[in-house]
């Protein structure tokens, strides 16, 4: 999320930028400029310092004095901390006396990095002679180098390892005769100590004109933003809830006279609200008109979308009478297949009581075998019998003895007997205590209790789980649509077990009559049809959930007594 920022602040802001990067600017050129010019003093002093030294040291080499020259030499070193080393060389490049020791005896050097592509900051080639007749060109040159190792002198540390250096060397003549190379090394740390110290002051004058300038840039900003800032609190108070004048009337109030801002801009956004605002009030009353037109226009179109809504409603009746045609001649064509089902089931019972009573006849000198063909005739009619019953529970309109039931009561009693034929079977159930009782055939219930409980088991196999629930809730209008149904107070039962599962084709036929996914001659198919029938009929819905190898799950609602 964008940070807003007030216009006054980002001015400032902006300026404040502006003069700072200004300084910054200045304060790098100058710093460029005192430092090469503070350079140049300090090798110009570094030259006069040096200047007599080389006078006498070539007085003295011509004289051959080594031993005084050697105490000139110290005694200079130990006046001048910022000198670093001197090597004194002759004319044929060999070391006659230096500040590191064993330099002279091995004719080595190794103070400073040899650097061959160094080239001289600083060079002077002057004469000096002079009154006593003494001349020659005496060569002046300045290397910038680092040093090779720590420098010591006297036991005190005047340069580190990696330090730069000032190099100068001087060509020594005497009498114009050449007599050698005198090398010296010189600290640069006056030289940082004072940039240091003149970039911290005008680092410090700035930041002071920085802050001068801005105090002086706040006051100007201030004071001619203060019409603006009037301006923009007018205009956030337009629409205030707490206020209770119309809008109409706050923009009249509103104060827009001409400002003493020197700020030509913001004089002319005064002016043009001053103008936005006289167009707004002497256009007002036509807008207000132009909304009276509007609220006529939208009666009228109201009154024509009411017609439209009407004409369609009718079509819309119409529409629903051809359907509940066309489900009545579904229903015709479901009866058929229904009644072709049951006569098929029939014909098979009644052949066998024929075959069965023909062998009677048969053998009705034997009375035991007459027994026995008298028993399995009395399984086929009872057989005959149930499938009678489930057909009714499937397609019965009424109840045979309706009255108030309580599912939990019916779930234990049927389970309980269930389970003395199925005692391999694992059974879990959570019951609610406070469950609301229900109206319905208890013969009816147990027969649709008993169904689900064996499909069930026959899914699990010998191995699995069914699990019972009972609760009380509240159906809303889109729970129950499309069931014919009224929201309200319902009982819900799950029975779901672990068994196989079904596909979406199998789900899709669970209730159908006859239908069935055992082997012939293994199941009628119309245990879960009556279910179903039995559940509708009571005024309540029925809802399966099923996914191959996740089980399956029964959601029985009936409507709770009040």
Same mark, same amino acid.
């Given at each position: 999320?964008?940070?807003?920022?007030?216009?006054?602040?980002?001015?400032?802001?902006?300026?404040?930028?502006?003069?700072?990067?200004?300084?910054?600017?200045?304060?790098?050129?100058?710093?460029?400029?005192?430092?090469?010019?503070?350079?140049?003093?300090?090798?110009?002093?570094?030259?006069?310092?040096?200047?007599?030294?080389?006078?006498?040291?070539?007085?003295?080499?011509?004289?051959?004095?080594?031993?005084?020259?050697?105490?000139?030499?110290?005694?200079?070193?130990?006046?001048?901390?910022?000198?670093?080393?001197?090597?004194?060389?002759?004319?044929?490049?060999?070391?006659?006396?230096?500040?590191?020791?064993?330099?002279?005896?091995?004719?080595?050097?190794?103070?400073?990095?040899?650097?061959?592509?160094?080239?001289?900051?600083?060079?002077?080639?002057?004469?000096?002679?002079?009154?006593?007749?003494?001349?020659?060109?005496?060569?002046?040159?300045?290397?910038?180098?680092?040093?090779?190792?720590?420098?010591?002198?006297?036991?005190?540390?005047?340069?580190?390892?990696?330090?730069?250096?000032?190099?100068?060397?001087?060509?020594?003549?005497?009498?114009?005769?050449?007599?050698?190379?005198?090398?010296?090394?010189?600290?640069?740390?006056?030289?940082?100590?004072?940039?240091?110290?003149?970039?911290?002051?005008?680092?410090?004058?700035?930041?002071?004109?920085?802050?001068?300038?801005?105090?002086?840039?706040?006051?100007?900003?201030?004071?001619?933003?203060?019409?603006?800032?009037?301006?923009?609190?007018?205009?956030?108070?337009?629409?205030?809830?707490?206020?209770?004048?119309?809008?109409?009337?706050?923009?009249?109030?509103?104060?827009?006279?001409?400002?003493?801002?020197?700020?030509?801009?913001?004089?002319?956004?005064?002016?043009?609200?001053?103008?936005?605002?006289?167009?707004?009030?002497?256009?007002?009353?036509? =807008?207000?008109?132009?909304?009276?037109?509007?609220? @006529?226009? &939208?009666? #009228?179109? %109201?009154? +024509?979308?009411? $017609? !439209?809504?009407?004409?369609?409603?009718?079509?819309?009746?119409?529409?629903?009478?051809?359907?509940?045609?066309?489900?009545?001649?579904?229903?015709?064509?479901?009866?058929?297949?229904?009644?072709?089902?049951?006569?098929?089931?029939?014909?098979?019972?009644?052949?066998?009581?024929?075959?069965?009573?023909? =062998?009677?006849?048969?053998?009705?000198?034997?009375? @035991?075998? &007459?027994? #026995?063909? %008298?028993? +399995?005739?009395? $399984? !086929?009619?009872?057989?005959?019998?149930?499938?009678?019953?489930?057909?009714?529970?499937?397609?019965?309109?009424?109840?045979?003895?309706?009255?108030?039931?309580?599912?939990?009561?019916?779930?234990?009693?049927?389970?309980?007997?269930?389970?003395?034929?199925?005692?391999?079977?694992?059974?879990?159930?959570? =019951?609610?205590?406070?469950?609301?009782?229900?109206?319905?055939?208890?013969?009816?219930?147990?027969?649709?209790?008993?169904?689900?409980?064996?499909?069930?088991?026959?899914?699990?196999?010998?191995?699995?789980?069914?699990?019972?629930?009972?609760?009380?809730?509240?159906?809303?209008?889109?729970?129950?649509?499309?069931?014919?149904?009224?929201?309200?107070?319902?009982?819900?039962?799950?029975?779901?077990?672990?068994?196989?599962?079904?596909?979406?084709?199998?789900?899709?036929?669970?209730?159908?009559?006859?239908?069935?996914?055992?082997?012939?001659?293994?199941?009628?198919?119309?245990?879960?049809?009556?279910?179903?029938?039995?559940?509708?009929?009571?005024?309540?819905?029925?809802?399966?959930?099923?996914?191959?190898?996740?089980?399956?799950?029964?959601?029985?609602?009936?409507?709770?007594?009040?």
């Amino acid at each position: 999320m964008n940070r807003k920022i007030h216009l006054k602040t980002k001015l400032l802001v902006s300026v404040a930028l502006a003069i700072l990067i200004t300084l910054s600017a200045a304060v790098a050129v100058i710093t460029v400029f005192e430092k090469k010019r503070f350079r140049e003093l300090e090798l110009n002093r570094l030259f006069y310092k040096t200047e007599f030294l080389v006078r006498r040291l070539g007085h003295l080499m011509y004289n051959a004095n080594w031993r005084y020259l050697d105490i000139s030499l110290n005694n200079s070193m130990a006046m001048d901390s910022g000198m670093l080393y001197y090597v004194l060389k002759d004319r044929e490049g060999k070391i006659v006396s230096a500040s590191a020791d064993g330099a002279v005896e091995s004719n080595e050097f190794d103070v400073l990095l040899d650097d061959p592509s160094a080239s001289p900051v600083y060079g002077r080639d002057i004469d000096l002679a002079d009154a006593g007749g003494n001349g020659g060109d005496h060569n002046f040159q300045v290397f910038v180098k680092k040093s090779a190792r720590k420098i010591v002198f006297r036991d005190k540390v005047r340069a580190e390892k990696g330090d730069s250096v000032f190099h100068a060397s001087w060509a020594i003549f005497y009498l114009g005769e050449r007599l050698g190379t005198l090398e010296m090394g010189f600290s640069r740390q006056s030289l940082v100590r004072h940039l240091l110290t003149f970039q911290v002051s005008i680092i410090g004058v700035s930041l002071c004109i920085l802050a001068a300038a801005m105090l002086m840039i706040s006051f100007v900003v201030n004071r001619n933003m203060k019409p603006f800032e009037r301006l923009v609190a007018q205009l956030d108070s337009l629409g205030d809830p707490g206020d209770e004048k119309d809008f109409r009337e706050q923009i009249g109030l509103m104060d827009l006279r001409p400002t003493d801002s020197a700020i030509v801009e913001i004089e002319n956004l005064n002016t043009a609200f001053e103008n936005i605002r006289t167009l707004f009030v002497k256009n007002w009353d036509q =807008l207000e008109d132009y909304r009276q037109n509007l609220e @006529q226009m &939208v009666t #009228e179109r %109201t009154r +024509r979308l009411n $017609e !439209t809504n009407r004409a369609l409603e009718n079509r819309i009746e119409e529409r629903k009478a051809i359907e509940d045609r066309l489900v009545n001649a579904q229903k015709l064509e479901a009866i058929g297949t229904l009644v072709g089902g049951i006569a098929h089931e029939f014909n098979n019972l009644f052949m066998g009581i024929q075959g069965n009573a023909f =062998l009677i006849k048969k053998k009705a000198e034997d009375r @035991q075998k &007459v027994l #026995e063909k %008298t028993d +399995r005739i009395m $399984e !086929t009619v009872d057989s005959g019998a149930e499938i009678v019953k489930q057909l009714l529970g499937f397609s019965r309109k009424g109840k045979y003895a309706p009255g108030a039931i309580n599912m939990n009561t019916a779930i234990r009693s049927n389970i309980k007997m269930f389970l003395h034929a199925k005692k391999n079977l694992n059974v879990e159930m959570t =019951l609610a205590e406070d469950l609301w009782q229900v109206k319905a055939d208890a013969s009816q219930i147990d027969q649709s209790f008993l169904n689900l409980f064996l499909n069930a088991s026959e899914s699990v196999g010998n191995e699995g789980s069914l699990f019972i629930q009972t609760e009380n809730v509240l159906l809303q209008e889109r729970d129950v649509k499309g069931y014919g149904l009224n929201p309200g107070r319902f009982v819900r039962v799950v029975v779901k077990d672990t068994g196989v599962g079904m596909d979406e084709n199998e789900l899709a036929r669970i209730f159908d009559p006859f239908y069935t996914t055992k082997k012939i001659g293994q199941g009628t198919g119309l245990g879960l049809a009556s279910v179903y029938g039995i559940i509708t009929n009571h005024g309540g819905l029925i809802k399966v959930e099923s996914k191959p190898g996740r089980g399956t799950a029964f959601f029985i609602h009936l409507p709770a007594i009040s």
